[in-house]
């Protein structure tokens, strides 16, 4: 047996007033849309990932999503920019990745990462 996907499912009132982060700000496109669900996808080629967290490193807490992008400079300041609640600002972190946190609209902590 092999797992082929994980899929994040987040519970939100309102789908499409999300819709604007994680498309425009992330670069994903829309693969569906039911009007009541949404889903994301990118081009890239990944391999499922599931993690298990007491904390979310350096005294943070666990974020909802954890997303790795390959320029997070560049989408920090894109997601300033565009006015998004940034719960935790950018950080070089011991264990190799450079990354802040950012509030979607629906509430939800995205980490956004790269690793050095």
Not at 27 to 36: C, F, K, P, R, T
Request: charged share 20%.
């Amino acid at each position: 047996m092999t797992v082929k996907r994980i899929v994040a499912n987040l519970a939100v009132s309102d789908p499409a007033a999300v819709r604007a982060f994680y498309e425009d700000l992330l670069g994903l496109n829309v693969v569906m849309d039911h009007g009541w669900i949404l889903t994301f996808a990118s081009d890239a080629t990944t391999r499922p990932e599931l993690s298990i967290a007491s904390e979310g490193g350096s005294g943070t807490p666990v974020p909802d999503l954890s997303i790795e992008v390959d320029d997070v400079d560049a989408l920090y300041a894109r997601a300033v920019a565009a006015g998004y609640e940034i719960t935790y600002g950018i950080t070089d972190e011991p264990w190799g990745v450079r990354r802040f946190y950012v509030r979607d609209p629906s509430g939800r902590i995205v980490n956004i990462l790269a690793h050095a």
